[in-house]
Every structure is written in structure tokens, then in C-alpha cells.
């Protein structure tokens, strides 16, 4: 039996890199290996997990080893310690981990990425330079692609553990093509692509009965749109396009956004709020009833899954301006709805070119763009035609059975499974 150790700073909720691990977890148990966790937050069951608090980027001392060394180009002795008290912590927790569950190789989500866990980065490029446990290093976001770590005081830390190049780094996988480029360009490390996926050779089920409610409760009439914006409120991801669209559209029509701002603060929020009112769309901020799980609030209230909410959705607005690649734009596909979406580069460079139909936006909304939507909204028959051919090219392009080929492939050269 092979034991996999999956590794990131968390593991648990709907962020992208944690929707990703788990995909990857049950591909590779399908293959018969046995996936063991390790992380500041966990969703997974405690006969797999290994917690470490101090792993997590909400951490208190992580908190505050980032305000003193992002935005400033110095960094104090007493900082430099900090960092190096935590490492050795997180290197006691991750031999533990070894240990507790005979693991035998490794996969870290993101964690050799980007830093927003320095001491889990360095100790996890000492441990596996240490051992020279085989390891995969799967990398969602670098942070050369994140202007807020740009400005820095650890340039040294960052060319040694984001990523480190270690021969025990079996292999490096980034998740689009422009990544991959700027992984050899800046360090010489190549990089195995391996997208975003979905479940698309499963449907997803049809609502059931706990779901009919959803319109009522975020406040949708019968005669209006439910407009999905399925993402955190932060800047990138162009939220007040999405709100100028519904405004011109003079349709009946409220905007939902799905989730809160998460860690990146409330001043983009007051922005799209105030651009709202002056555009005069319907807002709805929904993450107090949109949960990672059903249940209910103390006010009596029920809370839904995401998943819950996608299937009452007429539309979903997408427009960002940068993704690591995008999974809303994969979950809107897979629940056969329109969507609108700018064509931030990934999406130009690996989405695209496969053939998906999409209302597109270049930087701005415009006229034709507008109208477009209204004929999609109005048009039963061409909105089939969009949905069902995107489902195709998902099912097509961005599939499990991708990931099982590539999975496979890599498992028969380390020798774990038999050639076929």
C-alpha cells in the first residue's frame, strides 16, 4: 500500500486549492492509494488527519511575520528569528506526520507556492531536501503573480522555498500554460500542466427538496433573474462589471454575490456597494446563507451549499481580470449555465481556444456584450446550444479521467502500478 501525505497550510472549505486537493485525493484513491492530510484546517476525517495550527496562514505569528515583511523592503533581526522558531515547530509537526502514518510521498497544495506560510515553505523544503521523500509540488498561484508580494523583505526565503528545486521534487504541476512558463523563466524548474476539473462524467444531481426555497431566501422575486457573481468580493475579480451589466441590462434582475471578502479587507466591498446604488442595480450579498455545508443560523434561518444555489441561477457573471485559472468558470459549465466572463489571459490562452461559447468582455462592458446577454436570457433554444456544447468540451478537456491518464502515467514510471 502506498501512503500519500497531501500537505498545504488548509485544507478545508471552497478555495480553489482546497476544491483541487480533494479532487486529486479521490482520483488517487481510486487507484487504490491511501491519502493521508496535513494542514492548519481540515475537513477531513481525524483517523487521516494530521492538524497543525501553526501551519495555517491565519495563524497569529504567520499574521504577523506578513505585516512586517510584505510592503516594506527591510526586515528586523527579532523577525528573521520568529521565522526560523516556527520553521523548526512546523518541522517537528511534519515528522510526526511522517511517522504517525508511514507516509511515502508527498503532495503539497500550494504551500511551495505562495507565501503565505514562509516558516510552513522552508520547512517543507528542508524536510524533503532532509529525507528526499518523493514529492509533488502542486502550484495554484506564485507569488510573482500577486502585487501585494512584490514589495518584500524576504527575497531570500522566497528563491529558496517558492519553490524550491530539490531532486526529490519528483515532479513540479502548475495549472495553466502561462505559469508554466514563468516557473522555467524565473527559476529553470520545468512544470507538468495539469488544469482545473470537474466531475463532468458525473451530472451534477437535480435540486432537491431542501433547495426550492433558494429564490425566496436571498430575496429573489418570480418575475426577476438571479444573476450569480459566485466568487470572494476582492478586486481582481472585476465585480463592477458585473453589476454595470445588470444595470444595462433593464432587465428585471438582482446580482448575487456568493461569498464575503475573505482576508483582503472591506474596502472593495464599500466601492462595488456605492457603484451599485449609483448604477442602480440590486445587490444581494449572500454569504451569510451561502455555507460549505446546509444548516441553520440561530435567526432560524437555512443556509445552502453553493452547489445548492447554481441550479436557480439565469446567468453567471465572471469577470475578473486575473485567475490562476477558474473554477467558476468550470462549475457554471458543469451546471449547464450561461456565463459572462472577461478574458483575463488564462482564459485567452487555455480556455478559449477549446471552443467554449461564453459572453465575452475585453476589460469593459459594451453595448454588443449587453445585447448578447438579452438574447442568451430571451432565447431558451441558443442558451441550450451554449450550455450543453460547453458541457461537452468540459467533459471533453477538463475531466477527472484527464487528471486519471496523467495519474496513471506518472504512477507506471515511479513503478507504484504496473505497466498496461
Known amino acids: 500500500m502506498t501512503n500519500w501525505g497531501i500537505i498545504s497550510t488548509r485544507l478545508a472549505g471552497t478555495d480553489g486549492v482546497s476544491l483541487e486537493a480533494a479532487k486529486w485525493a479521490t482520483v488517487f484513491e481510486e487507484q487504490g492509494f491511501t491519502c493521508f492530510y496535513f494542514a492548519g484546517e481540515l475537513d477531513y476525517p481525524a483517523e487521516r488527519s494530521y492538524l497543525a495550527p501553526e501551519a495555517h496562514f491565519n495563524h497569529p505569528d504567520i499574521l504577523e511575520i506578513?505585516?512586517?515583511?510584505?510592503?516594506?523592503?527591510?526586515?528586523?533581526?527579532?523577525?528573521?528569528?520568529?521565522?526560523?522558531?516556527?520553521?523548526?515547530?512546523?518541522?517537528?509537526?511534519?515528522?510526526?506526520?511522517?511517522?504517525?502514518?508511514?507516509?511515502?510521498?508527498?503532495?503539497?497544495?500550494?504551500?511551495?507556492?505562495?507565501?503565505?506560510?514562509?516558516?510552513?515553505?522552508?520547512?517543507?523544503?528542508?524536510?524533503?531536501?532532509?529525507?528526499?521523500?518523493?514529492?509533488?509540488?502542486?502550484?495554484?498561484?506564485?507569488?510573482?503573480?500577486r502585487d501585494r508580494f512584490m514589495v518584500n523583505a524576504v527575497s531570500d526565503y522566497l528563491n529558496m522555498a517558492f519553490p524550491p528545486n530539490l531532486p526529490s521534487i519528483i515532479r513540479h504541476v502548475v495549472i495553466n500554460s502561462y505559469a508554466d512558463e514563468q516557473l522555467s523563466l524565473r527559476t529553470g524548474i520545468s512544470a507538468r500542466i495539469a488544469p482545473n476539473i470537474m466531475d463532468f462524467e458525473n451530472p451534477p444531481p437535480p435540486p432537491d427538496d431542501y433547495t426550492l426555497d433558494v429564490r425566496q431566501s436571498l430575496g429573489i422575486e418570480d418575475d426577476e433573474l438571479l444573476i450569480l457573481q459566485p466568487t470572494r468580493i476582492v478586486q481582481r475579480k472585476g465585480i463592477e462589471h458585473a453589476i454595470e451589466l445588470v444595470s444595462r441590462l433593464r432587465m428585471k434582475a438582482k446580482l448575487v454575490i456568493?461569498?464575503?471578502?475573505?482576508?483582503?479587507?472591506?474596502?472593495?466591498?464599500?466601492?462595488?456597494?456605492?457603484?451599485?446604488?449609483?448604477?442602480?442595480?440590486?445587490?444581494?450579498?449572500?454569504?451569510?446563507?451561502?455555507?460549505?455545508?446546509?444548516?441553520?443560523?440561530?435567526?432560524?434561518?437555512?443556509?445552502?451549499?453553493?452547489?445548492?444555489?447554481?441550479?436557480?441561477?439565469?446567468?453567471?457573471?465572471?469577470?475578473?481580470?486575473?485567475?490562476?485559472?477558474?473554477?467558476?468558470?468550470?462549475?457554471?459549465?458543469?451546471?449547464?449555465?450561461?456565463?459572462?466572463?472577461?478574458?483575463?489571459?488564462?482564459?485567452?490562452?487555455?480556455?478559449?481556444?477549446?471552443?467554449?461559447?461564453?459572453?465575452?468582455?475585453?476589460?469593459?462592458?459594451?453595448?454588443?456584450?449587453?445585447?448578447?446577454?438579452?438574447?442568451?436570457?430571451?432565447?431558451?433554444?441558443?442558451?441550450?446550444?451554449?450550455?450543453?456544447?460547453?458541457?461537452?468540451?468540459?467533459?471533453?478537456?477538463?475531466?477527472?479521467?484527464?487528471?486519471?491518464?496523467?495519474?496513471?502515467?506518472?504512477?507506471?514510471?515511479?513503478?507504484?502500478?504496473?505497466?498496461?
Open 258 to 420: 456568493s461569498h464575503d471578502a475573505g482576508d483582503e479587507g472591506f474596502a472593495y466591498q464599500k466601492r462595488i456597494e456605492e457603484y451599485a446604488a449609483l448604477m442602480k442595480a440590486e445587490l444581494i450579498f449572500a454569504s451569510d446563507i451561502v455555507d460549505e455545508k446546509r444548516g441553520m443560523l440561530e435567526d432560524g434561518r437555512k443556509t445552502y451549499t453553493l452547489d445548492d444555489v447554481y441550479p436557480y441561477a439565469d446567468l453567471v457573471t465572471y469577470p475578473s481580470t486575473f485567475e490562476g485559472f477558474g473554477n467558476a468558470f468550470l462549475e457554471a459549465i458543469y451546471f449547464r449555465k450561461p456565463i459572462v466572463v472577461n478574458t483575463y489571459s488564462i482564459y485567452k490562452k487555455d480556455i478559449k481556444p477549446k471552443g467554449f461559447s461564453a459572453i465575452e468582455l475585453d476589460g469593459y462592458v459594451t453595448e454588443e456584450a449587453v445585447e448578447k446577454t438579452r438574447q442568451v436570457l430571451k432565447d431558451p433554444e441558443l442558451q441550450k446550444q451554449m450550455v450543453d456544447q460547453n458541457y461537452e468540451l468540459g467533459n471533453k478537456y477538463f475531466s477527472y479521467k484527464q487528471l486519471r491518464i496523467g495519474l496513471r502515467r506518472f504512477a507506471e514510471e515511479l513503478g507504484l502500478i504496473p505497466t498496461q
Open 66 to 145: 506578513n505585516r512586517k515583511c510584505f510592503g516594506v523592503t527591510s526586515r528586523d533581526r527579532s523577525v528573521s528569528r520568529t521565522i526560523h522558531q516556527l520553521t523548526l515547530v512546523l518541522k517537528d509537526h511534519l515528522y510526526s506526520f511522517f511517522e504517525k502514518y508511514d507516509i511515502d510521498f508527498l503532495l503539497v497544495e500550494n504551500a511551495l507556492t505562495i507565501p503565505m506560510n514562509i516558516p510552513l515553505g522552508l520547512a517543507l523544503t528542508q524536510v524533503i531536501a532532509e529525507t528526499n521523500i518523493p514529492t509533488v509540488a502542486h502550484h495554484h498561484d506564485f507569488y510573482w503573480e
